[in-house]
């Protein structure tokens, strides 16, 4: 077993040793920059493909670049032989996968963009291959050996093809400007989606609990229970938002007031909490569940300059997994 260890830090160390590599030749390379700006004017999608193991890779580079802003997609090179060369347009780019560069199913593509004028984009050990030779732009990924003790198993080599693609892609979503609402969009399922919504895709914006200040606390009671949110909002003559009052007001009252009459009969402006805290819709839902924890507080009115628009409950948040 001690063996065996030692083989798996070995191939720990190829590895971080292969990228460490690639990373300090990366400034002095002008193909990188190349291949970038062939990518950045393309009007239309960037086809990867690749046979075996880097078939693998390339499907993960493909989901990669369509998920930051880069329109992607796989094409497998069997496939490509039996119709789905007519998904490749000449608007299109193509990325092609091969360590030694002279996979024979690559042939068929190689030849369709070369006849078509389609940019290609070749990610391989072996510059000098029949792949190398026949692409627009090579993005070398040369490694010394495989971690593997055949040197046979692709290992290293395709740590490289992928720790390449992936700063293929960190550089194009830079590029672009690409930011995390746009993240967003292509993540709108699962943690990662819950943790990028924002406060009006959260919040509650129908029947919102709201009467004006003049309201008596009888009316204020009534909306209290019927809307069941929690809280009402109290607005001035001009509807914007200037108090609040929440379930927690309502004991509290009830507890230090002499008589339930006199309270029901004062206008809502004689004990609501003035001044709200708010948030605004396009303030991301993480955010705001944030500042509910340090206010100590369940909600927030959601306002648009000082209208209220909606009610963000930590309830809601729960619910859709901000939490």
């Not at 997609?73 to 360590?99: C, R, W």
């Not at 055949?150 to 979503?173: I, Q, Y």
């Amino acid at each position: 077993m001690k063996s065996a260890t030692k083989a798996a830090q070995a191939t720990l160390e190829a590895a971080a040793a292969a990228l460490h590599t690639l990373a300090a030749a990366l400034p002095k390379n002008p193909s990188f920059p190349q291949a970038l700006e062939l990518i950045l004017k393309t009007k239309g999608r960037v086809i990867v493909s690749g046979v075996g193991k880097s078939g693998h890779i390339g499907g993960k580079i493909a989901a990669t670049l369509a998920s930051t802003g880069t329109p992607a997609f796989f094409v497998h090179p069997t496939e490509a032989l039996h119709g789905d060369l007519g998904m490749i347009t000449k608007q299109d780019i193509l990325l092609a996968l091969s360590h030694s560069g002279e996979s024979k199913e690559l042939a068929p593509l190689i030849t369709y963009a070369t006849r078509f004028k389609i940019p290609l984009i070749a990610l391989t050990g072996k510059p000098s291959s029949t792949l190398g030779k026949a692409a627009t732009v090579v993005l070398n990924t040369l490694v010394q050996k495989e971690a593997c003790p055949l040197n046979l198993a692709p290992t290293t080599s395709t740590t490289a093809s992928l720790a390449l693609a992936d700063a293929l892609a960190v550089a194009l979503m830079t590029a672009r400007g690409f930011k995390k609402e746009d993240f967003a969009v292509f993540h709108p399922g699962g943690k990662l989606g819950a943790q990028l919504l924002r406060v009006e895709e959260v919040m509650v914006a129908k029947n919102l609990p709201l009467l004006t200040q003049k309201a008596t606390m009888a009316q204020v009671l009534t909306t209290l229970t019927e809307r069941n949110l929690g809280c009402v909002g109290l607005t001035d003559a001009k509807g914007n938002l200037v108090g609040i009052f929440t379930d927690g007001d309502l004991k509290r009252r009830l507890l230090t007031s002499k008589s339930t009459q006199i309270l029901l009969a004062q206008p809502a402006s004689g004990v609501m909490t003035h001044s709200p805290k708010t948030t605004t819709a396009t303030t991301m839902a993480t955010a705001a569940v944030a500042q509910m924890d340090e206010l100590g507080i369940t909600s927030l009115w959601v306002v648009e300059g000082k209208k209220p628009v909606g009610l963000l409950r930590l309830a809601e948040c729960l619910h859709a997994g901000v939490v």
